[in-house]
T-cell receptor, first 113, second 111 residues
Framework: GQNIDQPTEMTATEGAIVQINCTYQTSGFNGLFWYQQHAGEAPTFLSYNVLDGLEEKGRFSSFLSRSKGYSYLLLKELQMKGSASYLCAVRGGGSSNTGKLIFGQGTTLQVKP | NAGVMQNPRHLVRRRGQEARLRCSPMKGHSHVYWYRQLPEEGLKFMVYLQKENIIDESGMPKERFSAEFPKEGPSILRIQQVVRGDSAAYFC?????????FGPGTRLTVL
């Protein structure tokens, strides 16, 4: 089966650092994506990892360990507008894979002053 | 370069009616994915299309749902004889390679 797990809710303080974890079990692997989704809006792309290690993009960083089936998204210098859902998604691998993304349930992050 | 466009943004239908959702991919993208997001749930893949071809429809319900992406014009997701359980946000995404760019979604409400 295919399964992607992430915490349902998290709370953090403005200006702090927060880490959102994601574990996955999928048939094949061809990349892991993180998206941000504000309520009632479309998901917007944050990061993409296909090799092990840390990818840094300003206030966002994402880490991947393929052997552990684990990723995290690190948000630094949290802003109030960072209150949103953060979606972890995996693209399966293999010759039959068509690029579709398998999403977790999303983590709703609330940033407090 | 306009982003992915979807219309309508909101659609209300009564049970038994048909719903047609349209998606125009970003310029230069010929791959379209449709996802459904039920209330309080994650996005679920429905179908992947390229121009005039359905590549993967493994996430589509077997009945009442169909999709197309004609040579000219937008991709269309069609839901016949809608039921209350079809109420959801329907997102399409287009892709040139790794990233999938999402449209604003169509929020379907079935009364």
């Amino acid at each position: 089966g295919q399964n992607i797990d992430q915490p349902t809710e998290m709370t953090a303080t403005e200006g702090a650092i927060v880490q959102i974890n994601c574990t996955y079990q999928t048939s094949g692997f061809n990349g892991l994506f993180w998206y941000q989704q504000h309520a009632g809006e479309a998901p917007t792309f944050l990061s993409y990892n296909v090799l092990d290690g840390l990818e840094e993009k300003g206030r966002f960083s994402s880490f991947l360990s393929r052997s552990k089936g684990y990723s995290y998204l690190l948000l630094k210098e949290l802003q109030m507008k960072g209150s949103a859902s953060y979606l972890c998604a995996v693209r399966g691998g293999g010759s039959s894979n068509t690029g579709k993304l398998i999403f977790g349930q999303g983590t709703t992050l609330q940033v407090k002053p | 370069n306009a982003g992915v466009m979807q219309n309508p943004r909101h659609l209300v239908r009564r049970r038994g009616q048909e719903a047609r959702l349209r998606c125009s991919p970003m310029k230069g993208h010929s791959h379209v994915y449709w996802y459904r997001q039920l209330p309080e749930e994650g996005l679920k893949f429905m179908v992947y299309l390229q121009k005039e071809n359905i590549i993967d429809e493994s996430g589509m319900p077997k009945e009442r749902f169909s999709a197309e992406f004609p040579k000219e014009g937008p991709s269309i997701l069609r839901i016949q004889q809608v039921v209350r359980g079809d109420s959801a946000a329907y997102f399409c995404a287009s892709s040139p390679n790794n990233e999938q760019f999402f449209g604003p979604g169509t929020r379907l409400t079935v009364l």
